[in-house]
């Protein structure tokens, strides 16, 4: 071969190179084709994925609570010496994180967009075998107060969240992505409908004890068992991706076992910048999401919160001093030294509670303060809400 | 081995420019060559798992992928017709805008003329130039190392005349 056809041949093996270098896909089918592919993948190994994940998030999780404000509510509950009633004793309980998406921001208004919001009304729930962490019983009496933890919060404004109340049209579109169809509407429910294996029923928001719109599913005949290996957080998670119900929320996850039959709640928590996730506390402080029972490694029920779409918008918060001082103020007046038992709180957490407003209601952010107290030999929990949004955003 | 493995987001966002470049070699259209590539990195997905780094390497594991789904492109729509084409020098009407963002690209016509070489030729350039040792090369298309220079090189040659012929 000759010299200058070497050259020539060079040149071309240039141009090659360039010529391949520079084909590219057009701009966003990386991420469309990354999606699709996603989307495609079995539930199953999504599940397993999204769970490898949660582990992995454990040991990531951010240090523990902090926060502050005004306004008090109360609420005491006796974390009694221990009768769990229902499911009996041996609970078990595990932790992990939550999906990918439940990392995607709701949509995000101005500074204050839902004007002056409602308070959290507290309202205790009584304790029961809904309950996944410790069983309770409320303190009648009156509780003096002091707090010896420390509050650090190092934020200044977090979201709120808002939800509008779902239409029977919304109940309707709900339980035909699980392939259900309409039965009825019965009182108090936004409809009642069945598929070949499970009965669906969707209600809206209760005022009180407050409650979002919830779908609860019961099986009208025998479930398959649940191609999982693992728990029974991995069958309920499986079961409910199964049905297209797996949250799109940040989670972690408790299970209470007792021989063959067992609870697992899917603790929903909310994303705030610069502090972490918070706990969706109920009334009474206690974290709650969605249920799933089983028995014998098959589902039994699930119930959850309807999945909606949340938009937010930030508001301006209380400092950790003024949470800790609303905190401490709402303790009965006399204080200690009068045969008032005085509980020593020494928690502090940013924690989101449910307020009811009509057409449209909130996640609204709140410092929930715990601590412990003994009476006649029996240890009792005190917990003590206060609404974190400032009280000139606050309308009560 | 699963420690061997990278996880497969770090391979297809490596690879898939370089996989969409060598499909895009071969097929008339963007628009098959996106879909193409698509179904290669689904079928690479599905196949992840049995994917053994000690007996090949990523990338000679998903151009063979590739290879395969281009043919088997071309046995679904026929060979005729892409030497129709080819042959008319008429790639597809590209009227979309991702066509019309390509027919931009400066070699496009370079890889028009690649795309008319026979079929070993057309992969030798392809995959040595996507990046591919002569090694993998030659796995891929069952010869020794030696073996997939030479046609590498013969391939080039026949390149370089296509290219002269069509200016001349």
């Known amino acids: 071969m000759s010299e200058p056809e070497d050259l020539e041949l060079e040149g071309l093996q240039r141009q090659l190179d360039d010529a391949f270098e520079t084909t590219r896909p057009r701009a966003g089918f990386e991420d469309e084709l990354w999606t699709r592919m996603q989307a495609r993948r079995p539930a199953v190994t999504r599940l397993r994925d999204a ?18 404000v005004a306004a008090v509510l109360v609420v005491v509950l006796g974390a009694g010496v221990l009768v769990f009633s229902g499911l009996g004793h041996g609970g078990a309980g595990s932790t992990a994180a939550g999906r990918e998406s439940a990392l995607q921001p709701a949509p995000l208004s101005a500074a204050g967009a839902y004007g002056r919001l409602p308070s959290p009304v507290l309202a205790p729930r009584t304790a029961g075998p809904n309950s996944v962490t410790a069983p309770t019983a409320d303190y009648a009496g009156p509780v003096a107060l002091t707090w010896t933890g420390k509050l650090v919060l190092n934020i200044s404004t977090a979201p709120v969240f808002r939800y509008q109340e779902p239409s029977s049209i919304d109940a309707d579109q709900f339980a035909t992505s699980l392939g259900a169809i309409l039965v009825s509407r019965p009182a108090g429910f936004l409809g009642s409908y069945q598929t070949t294996d499970l009965s669906v029923r969707v209600r809206g928001t209760i005022q009180s004890p407050s409650s979002e719109p919830t779908f609860i599913l019961l099986p009208i005949a025998s479930v398959g068992a649940i191609d999982a290996a693992g728990g029974p957080a991995d069958l309920a998670l499986v079961f409910l991706a199964e049905h297209s119900l797996a949250p799109s929320w940040q989670y972690t996850s408790a299970a209470v076992v007792s021989g063959d039959v067992s609870k697992v709640t899917l603790l929903r928590q909310f994303g705030v910048t610069g502090y972490g996730y918070a706990n969706l506390v109920d009334g009474s402080g206690e974290p709650y999401g969605i249920e799933v029972d089983l028995k014998g490694g098959l589902p039994t029920g699930a119930t959850g919160p309807l999945p909606l779409n949340l938009d937010s918008a930030p508001y301006p918060i209380i400092s950790a001093d003024e949470a800790v001082r609303s905190a401490l103020a709402s303790a009965p007046a006399g204080g200690a030294g009068t045969g008032v038992p005085t509980a020593t709180l020494t928690t502090a957490e940013l924690v989101y509670t ?30 003590v809400l206060v609404p974190a949004v400032d009280p000139s955003q606050r309308s009560s | ?50 994917f053994e780094a000690r007996n090949t390497t990523p990338a000679a594991w998903l151009f063979r992928i590739a290879r395969n789904a281009t043919l088997d492109h071309f046995r679904a729509h026929g060979r005729r017709e892409r030497l129709r084409r080819t042959i008319e020098h008429q790639p597809v009407a590209e009227e979309d805008p991702s066509g019309v963002a390509e027919e931009r690209i400066q070699y496009r016509a370079l890889l028009g003329q690649v795309a008319q070489l026979p079929e070993r030729q057309r992969d030798a350039i ?43």
Not at chain 2, 21 to 31: D, G, I
Not at chain 2, 35 to 48: E, G, L
């Open chain 1, 51 to 68: 769970w490898m994940g949660l582990l992995q998030g454990i040991r990531e999780v951010p240090a523990l609570p902090l926060a502050a």
């Open chain 2, 1 to 50: 081995m699963v420690a061997d493995r990278p996880p497969f987001e770090d391979l297809y966002r490596a690879y898939l420019g370089r996989i969409y470049a060598y499909v895009r070699a071969q097929v008339a259209s963007s628009a098959d060559a996106e879909d193409i590539t698509a179904q290669v990195f689904m079928n690479a997905y599905q196949a992840y798992a049995r």
């Open chain 1, 354 to 383: 449910l307020v009811v407003a009509g057409d449209h209601s909130f996640y609204e952010p709140s410092i929930l303060f715990s601590g412990t107290f003994t009476v006649s030999g029996t240890k009792y929990v005190k917990r």
């Open chain 2, 126 to 168: 392809s995959l040595r130039h996507s990046g591919l040792s002569f090694e993998e090369v030659g796995t891929l298309l069952k010869c020794s190392e030696d073996a997939a220079k030479m046609l590498y090189h013969r391939a080039v040659k026949a390149l370089k005349e296509a290219v002269e012929k069509e200016t001349a």
